[in-house]
């Protein structure tokens, strides 16, 4: 019988050091029902998907601890690569196939084109776009409009249910999906494969996590040199790796289970403490270690002082938020902050400021705004959480005056926004003001008081490490 099928789309650097190297493991152990085939849906990456596609996509995969042991393994679970083309026909008839059961992806958070209340925003103009395609039954360059089109084939070709599985940090990544998958075919005027589409796809939430950096120059000849193979699309990561997904596939799935993956009733615990200690506590020191001229990382996580405000910022204001008396976390919360720490400050990875402190405002919203939210209904103070948006800000107005060392990349930012609150009087007012950010936090008293003493703060950080 020939395998399952999981369609990825996304061959980026985190796909094959985790979701696939979940499948290598069962393929290792000699089940070989699944297999992946993977696309990208836009035209980016080319010269990776192509070194993938002369490879059969086959890879190797680095992994460094954090006491810097590295260890090389080969990747062959994805066994088909699908070129990208205008119109994603090879994409589409793949998804229709009956003996793909699993749909993947992974979306950064902006990619998802959500409001401040995680609604679907058709205003958006690559959104609007694919919703025009959709109407003429064309695929499209968003995550909805490429899934719209496999839907509409696999619906015609009678060819049964899917799962639709998200492999990002999105919160309730799942469902905020399917919610916005709705309304896009519902914007589209396709009512009938709407219903379809709810009656036939689940959408699990799914927590995933390893480090997984932009592959460095120095990674091909690693692997040449340990594995004698001259590998062109190597991917590098840390030993640790996690994923949790919540136990709802309407046609099947490998039997992940038995390689480590957490088959969950919720994901949601897991989700929120990933989001609020790891995720937020990266761009944390990302902005923070920008600040301080640092490259990496793992600088500033081994400076005492950014590593303090991490620190600070969970024991403070998140613990408080997901340990509540009478209901505990699954996590041990303070155990997970320290590794989280010193997974960060593992030098081997070398992970850049520059890719962590991306997308911030998307990350705001969905790392940060929760926590916020929690401890001012809660009447706590914020103190400790209020340090991540005013160092945001900070770096930010770096970027709006052209003083950043690299180019600064947010899918969610408009330019003229960004650069008005930088403008502004009072630009803590202004970054607190902003609903895209904060929704109906943006003005609250409680919030711009908190940010203008953490500003003060993060300005006397900066001050601290201004060269003489």
Known sequence: MAPYVILHLGLGSFHRAHQAVYLQRLIDRGDRRWQLSGCNIRPDMADVVQALADQGGAYTLETVTPAGVRRYERITAIREIIAYAPGLAAMVVRGADPATRIVSFTVTEAGYYLDPSHQLDPSQPELAADIARAARGEAGETVYGAVAAILRARRAAGTGPLTLLNCDNLRHNGERFRAALLAFLEAAGEGPLAAWTRQNTTCPN??????TPRPPPALRERVRQATGIADAAPVTGESFIQWVIEDDFAAGRPAWEQVGVELVRSVQPYEEAKIRILNASHSCIAWAGTLAGLQYIHEGTLDPAIRQMAHDYVTEDVIPC??????????????????????????????????????????IPGFIAPTVRERLAAGQPIAAVAMLPALFLAFLQRWHAGELP???????MDPATAHAICAAADPAAALAADRQLWGDLAGDARLVAAL????????AFVQGRAVP
Do not use: W
């Open 322 to 363: 997901l340990q509540r008396p009478g209901a505990p976390s699954p996590v041990d919360l303070p155990a997970y902050r320290d590794v989280v720490l010193e997974r960060f400050a593992n030098p081997a990875i070398r992970d850049t400021n520059q890719r962590v402190a991306a997308d911030g405002f998307a990350k």
């Open 206 to 211: 799914a927590m995933v996590d390893r480090i």
């Open 406 to 412: 690299y180019a600064y990349q947010d899918q969610g």
């Open 452 to 459: 203008r003493q953490a500003d003060q703060r993060v300005a």
